[in-house]
């Protein structure tokens, strides 16, 4: 599998970008869903990679740039047609190892507090991930998970 840096627009990413979203709308209110959608992942402060097995698009992710010692993992996914094939740690690898060579300190994520997120609350925490209180522009909020893991040049 290969992890590329990627800018949004093939129609494989398009769409599993709106399968991502549409998957988040049952899970909680609307103010308590902070998927980025198109728009906020080609912002300035977000650098987006896909995961592709050949031709076939695996999975995405993001980092969002907060402080030059903090940054957060935004919008990980992995294809329906790849789940349990190591796509979500071969991503969350590459966003901790590119956090680290950019010089952050600090990695954080938001993730929802219901049962569909459990298997990404595992995996987080199985990474060094511990729950901390809400970060950036976050409030407290009971759809809520906010994680945290220092990161230093070991993790490059």
């Not at 060579?101 to 997120?117: A, D, K, N, P, Q």
């Not at 901390?132 to 906010?146: E, G, L």
Request: glycine share 6%; hydrophobic share 40%; charged share 25%.
């Amino acid at each position: 599998m290969d992890i590329r840096l990627d800018n949004l627009e093939g129609p494989q990413i398009l769409e599993l970008l709106r399968e991502h979203l549409e998957s988040m709308a049952p899970t909680a209110p609307p103010e308590s869903r902070h998927a980025l959608d198109l728009a906020g992942l080609r912002s300035d402060d977000v650098t987006f990679w896909s995961i592709w097995d050949g031709a076939a698009l695996a999975g995405f992710g993001a980092l969002k740039h907060l402080t030059a010692a903090h940054a957060e993992i935004k919008s990980m996914r992995t294809a329906g047609s790849h789940l349990r094939r190591g796509v979500a740690s071969m991503m969350l690898r590459h966003l901790i190892r590119e956090a680290a060579v950019s010089g952050y300190s600090r990695l954080s994520l938001e993730t929802g507090s219901m049962e569909f997120f459990e298997p990404a609350r595992r995996l987080y925490a199985s990474f060094g991930f511990a729950p901390c209180a809400p970060f950036a522009d976050y409030r407290p909020d009971p759809n809520s998970v906010f994680m945290t893991r220092s990161i230093d040049t070991t993790d490059a």
